[in-house]
């Protein structure tokens, strides 16, 4: 695919049915609802063609037929990408014709794929509207077509972010890969399958450059302040540090950093959960695995390209207090029900600061921030440490060793026994003490509630707002685990001042039916 200028325009080779099929899964892999894919050219100029190819690709189906709806007009299909219109508005004479139609009406809220959509006049809206111009290759006629695409301004990254992902492809030898759209995480990145003929497999992950949102403190943003990787950088940086020790981070295979681009290693999808749960075996190997990186001096400027280098942010005050307030802002009004006076907010902060002087205080080590089942990969034919594939480090932070142990031992995505955290901390302690007898799982247990509490509390905020800001209220069924978790922390010693403002301030929490978990620590 090559550039035509600066106008966003670009020109497509397409020498033959292949080169047709990669186009689509191209641009398939870009579409959301509320698109629309304009498709023109004269009769035979492969419309249809490119059209079904690409309702296969969101369909995941490549034996689907997709009929023709030049005589229907519109075919609808639901797909793993929500709902798909294929229009053909060949016959159409009038703008007028479409309301009949209902096609206007449901452009919202599906994928449309329109052939002939000089026929719909005014109607389509241009601001969701990629245009593809479709004609006969002169220099190979019986096969081959020419693709001239061109989008308005919020289609500009999209559209370079599909071509360079097929050069990259294409230049780290998976041309020939079928690609699948796979589910992405609560961020903005987004991750395909590559699958080749011969059974192998990689992920492409794909992580543009993320803007920095509105100041709010410091003439920072939230991510600037939280430490959150703006650029695919840092989990370049954190990768090779990680295999360096001998983990199981992914192998990069090739790697397009402008565009925020990187085709990885496919370590597969067997983790560390089945259906009854936590499996303990594993869960304990991911401790000791913290125990053996919590024991090594490790750096915190790590390479990433030649000349290019990524410091590790530490996991400092500001941090760890934006991310306390994500519960006032947003759980206490939106889950709560409540509007909390700054000078109950203020008492919030006072308590946490004296908190946190402790956890700064302590020795500091990479913390991966998200180290619980979804990114925990098991890999039975590795031997010690890599039989745990690591995945989603790129927000690593210098922070306090126990906050990796409590994302384990309270993971957000499944319940964890107290009984199971108690063998966590067991496992973890026994082998920090093999290497430093003078290890203090006192202290260490102490820290573990701490930021236990700080984790739990962010994710509670971070769940309301995923619910409230973004539409995605599948977040909200975790809530009771959390809350469950934050009652945990809640009632070690260390915590009775912070026990009483949640009490006092958000009784939610603790309007809970019998039987809820009981303290592990």
Known sequence: MTDLARSGQHRVLLPNEAATGRLAADLAGILKPGDILALSGQ????????????????????????????FTLVQSYETPRGPVLHADLYRVRSPDELDDIGLVEEIERAITLVEWPDRAGERLPAGRRLDIVLDVDPENPETGRIALISGGVLWRQRLAIALASRALIDSAGWTQSRRVFMLGDASSRAYERLTRADGASAVLMISPARPDGPAIRQGKSYSALAHLAETVDAFVAMDRGLRSLGYSAPEIYAQDLSNGLLLIEDLGSEGVIDGNGPIPERYEAAARLLADMHRHTLPTILPVAEGRDHVVPDYDRNALAIECELILDWYAPHIAGV????????????IWNRLFDEILAAPQSWTLRDFHSPN????????GHAKLGLIDFQDAVLGHPAYDLASLGQDARVDVPAGLELRLLAAYGAARRADAPDFDLAAFARAYAILGAQRNTKIAGIFARLDKRDGKPIYLKHLPRIEAYLRRNLDHPALEELKGWYQTHLPRLFAVDEGAPEPAI
Not at 340 to 346: D, I, N, R, Y
Request: charged fraction near 25%; hydrophobic fraction near 45%; proline fraction near 10%.
């Open 339 to 350: 509007t909390l006076p700054a000078v109950t907010q203020a008492e919030f902060a006072r």
């Open 43 to 70: 009769l035979g100029a492969g419309k249809s063609a490119l059209a079904r190819a690409i309702l296969r690709e969101l369909a995941d189906d490549p034996t689907l037929e997709a009929p023709s709806p030049t």
């Open 376 to 383: 925990l990969i098991w890999l039975p034919k590795r031997e």
